[in-house]
């Protein structure tokens, strides 16, 4: 099924065409780009609202990493007065990344209580697949089998939800989550599947050092797990003698809606946090957070430091993100938004034998399709409704392993008033497919 491009829609202007040609001529014609039949040129962003060259203004429902709003001024000033102030690297002692320390890991269990500074999601995740090593003399991995975190050496070897020229690493295992809606394998299926990996890594000499998950599963396509699965899963990684790596970079900061972090909502304690995309609101900013127990041995025997990412620039946008959620109530906002949109998407869905209902939580939602026939992946589909809601003014994305599932991500300044605009485009998206 091809993308649906109406008459009356506007088309890639001239400047946008020749843009992107000059793209092409830079960065290669593979690099991945969104709508890529009909690329959309971004001229400016503000709150929830991204405007295009094609002069229209679009609803953001997908990008994750503008947290309190594509261009916050209160974040934009931070980081220009600590540009205009100072912005030395690490090795010098400022106050700035150590007050937002304190104030990230205030958020925190108290066990968690360092934290390393990095510049992505992909340099932690990096970093605490090399502390797990270290803290457990095991090289070891367990991976879900359709997962992505990251781009770095180490994490091309555990990469199994994106096309990758590199093979899986020999020290690698993987898993697949289970789903309650049958799309995958059952409960006792799964922790057979744990077994027999964990097993596998210790006759084959590597022992296991993490087991390294999304607690929402996002990638997978936002499974609806069994209620006993993470807490096997992290049960059977402990008594191997590994540790549980919970990568936050789409499920922290409040997404849940009704909890600051994915394993508070999906109910586990970890042993290491990772943090990235809306860290600080489009200023490159990750962390790994961690006991010391672990931080400091590691640190006793390995001289780490990072020069762009522990700068007062770095920190300042970080800080100004918690200071704007707590000023401006974006967890309470996104709990109350959520529950519209929530209902508002199942009464939408109910019935069409083409979706399996909604999965997901808070402000990151997901709908499948599947053939009406067989329940086989509906890729194609999904596509057609993501550039349907394109033409209907709100951009959302794709996920799953098809890319079957519907991927509904706002900045979590989205609100109740603009829950609306997202579901009537939504209806005229479905209706358009239905005729």
């Not at 093979?167 to 309650?180: E, N, S």
């Not at 000499?205 to 999304?214: K, N, Q, R, T």
């Not at 209907?392 to 509904?408: A, P, Q, S, Y």
């Not at 997202?422 to 005729?435: E, I, Q, T």
């Given at each position: 099924?091809?993308?649906l491009?109406?008459?009356?829609?506007?088309?890639?202007?001239?400047?946008?065409?020749?843009?992107?040609?000059?793209?092409?001529?830079?960065?290669?014609?593979?690099?991945?780009?969104?709508?890529?039949?009909?690329?959309?040129?971004?001229?400016?962003?503000?709150?929830?609202?991204?405007?295009?060259?094609?002069?229209?203004?679009?609803?953001?429902?997908?990008?994750?990493?503008?947290?309190?709003g594509?261009?916050?001024?209160?974040?934009?000033?931070?980081?220009?007065?600590?540009?205009?102030?100072?912005?030395?690297?690490?090795?010098?002692?400022?106050?700035?990344?150590?007050?937002?320390?304190?104030?990230?890991?205030?958020?925190?269990?108290?066990?968690?209580?360092?934290?390393?500074?990095?510049?992505?999601?992909?340099?932690?995740?990096?970093?605490?697949?090399?502390?797990?090593?270290?803290?457990?003399?095991?090289?070891?991995?367990?991976?879900?089998?359709?997962?992505?975190?990251?781009?770095?050496?180490?994490?091309?070897?555990?990469?199994?939800?994106?096309?990758?020229?590199e093979?899986?690493?020999?020290?690698?295992?993987?898993?697949?989550?289970?789903?309650?809606r049958g799309?995958?394998?059952?409960?006792?299926?799964?922790?057979?599947?744990?077994?027999?990996?964990?097993?596998?890594?210790?006759q084959?000499?590597?022992?296991?050092?993490?087991?390294?998950?999304?607690p929402?599963?996002?990638?997978?396509?936002?499974?609806?797990?069994?209620?006993?699965?993470?807490?096997?899963?992290?049960?059977?990684?402990?008594?191997?003698?590994?540790?549980?790596?919970?990568?936050?970079?789409q499920?922290?900061?409040?997404?849940?809606?009704?909890?600051?972090?994915?394993?508070?909502?999906?109910?586990?304690?970890?042993?290491?946090?990772?943090?990235?995309?809306?860290?600080?609101?489009?200023?490159p900013?990750?962390?790994?957070?961690?006991?010391?127990?672990?931080?400091?041995?590691?640190?006793?025997?390995?001289?780490?430091?990072?020069?762009?990412?522990?700068?007062?620039a770095?920190?300042?946008?970080?800080?100004a993100?918690?200071?704007?959620?707590?000023?401006?109530?974006?967890?309470?906002?996104?709990q109350?938004?959520?529950?519209?949109?929530?209902k508002?998407?199942?009464?939408?869905?109910?019935?069409?034998?083409?979706?399996?209902?909604?999965?997901?939580?808070?402000?990151?939602l997901?709908?499948?399709?599947?053939?009406?026939?067989?329940?086989?992946?509906?890729?194609?589909?999904?596509?057609?409704?993501?550039?349907?809601?394109?033409?209907?003014?709100?951009?959302?994305?794709?996920?799953?392993?098809?890319?079957?599932?519907?991927?509904?991500r706002?900045?979590?300044?989205?609100?109740?008033?603009?829950?609306?605009?997202?579901?009537?485009?939504?209806?005229?998206?479905?209706?358009?497919?239905?005729?």
């Open positions: 099924m091809t993308a491009h109406p008459a009356d829609t506007p088309r890639t202007t001239s400047g946008s065409a020749d843009l992107l040609q000059r793209r092409y001529s830079v960065l290669g014609p593979n690099t991945p780009m969104f709508y890529v039949d009909d690329p959309l040129q971004i001229v400016s962003a503000s709150g929830v609202q991204i405007t295009g060259s094609d002069g229209r203004t679009y609803l953001d429902a997908y990008n994750n990493v503008a947290h309190v594509h261009c916050h001024p209160r974040v934009i000033e931070a980081v220009t007065r600590a540009l205009s102030t100072v912005n030395v690297h690490s090795r010098y002692l400022t106050d700035t990344p150590i007050a937002y320390a304190e104030a990230l890991l205030a958020l925190f269990p108290e066990s968690l209580d360092r934290m390393f500074f990095t510049n992505s999601g992909s340099e932690a995740n990096d970093l605490a697949l090399r502390l797990a090593r270290f803290h457990t003399g095991n090289s070891g991995i367990l991976i879900s089998d359709h997962s992505y975190h990251g781009n770095t050496q180490a994490l091309m070897a555990v990469t199994t939800g994106l096309t990758m020229s093979p899986i690493g020999k020290h690698v295992r993987t898993f697949t989550a289970p789903d309650l799309s995958t394998i059952s409960l006792d299926e799964a922790f057979a599947q744990l077994d027999a990996a964990i097993a596998d890594l210790e084959s000499g590597h022992g296991l050092s993490a087991v390294l998950f999304d929402l599963f996002s990638t997978e396509g936002l499974p609806d797990l069994p209620e006993e699965y993470i807490a096997g899963l992290c049960a059977r990684v402990r008594a191997a003698g590994g540790i549980v790596i919970c990568d936050e970079v499920s922290g900061f409040g997404r849940t809606a009704d909890h600051m972090w994915g394993f508070q909502a999906t109910h586990f304690d970890p042993d290491l946090v990772v943090l990235g995309k809306p860290m600080g609101n489009g200023f900013l990750g962390a790994v957070i961690a006991p010391a127990g672990i931080v400091e041995p590691f640190s006793a025997a390995n001289t780490y430091f990072n020069t762009f990412a522990t700068t007062p770095a920190a300042a946008a970080g800080h993100v918690l200071d704007v959620m707590e000023s401006e109530g974006l967890m309470q906002r996104a109350q938004a959520s529950v519209l949109f929530e508002g998407f199942r009464e939408l869905v109910d019935g069409d034998e083409r979706l399996t209902g909604v999965r997901g939580t808070g402000m990151f997901g709908m499948q399709f599947v053939d009406a026939a067989t329940g086989a992946p509906d890729g194609a589909t999904a596509k057609t409704i993501v550039d349907a809601m394109r033409t209907n003014g709100v951009l959302i994305g794709r996920i799953g392993r098809n890319d079957e599932v519907l991927k509904i706002p900045p979590l300044a989205f609100g109740v008033e603009d829950v609306p605009v997202a579901l009537d485009a939504f209806d005229k998206s479905l209706r358009s497919v239905r005729r």
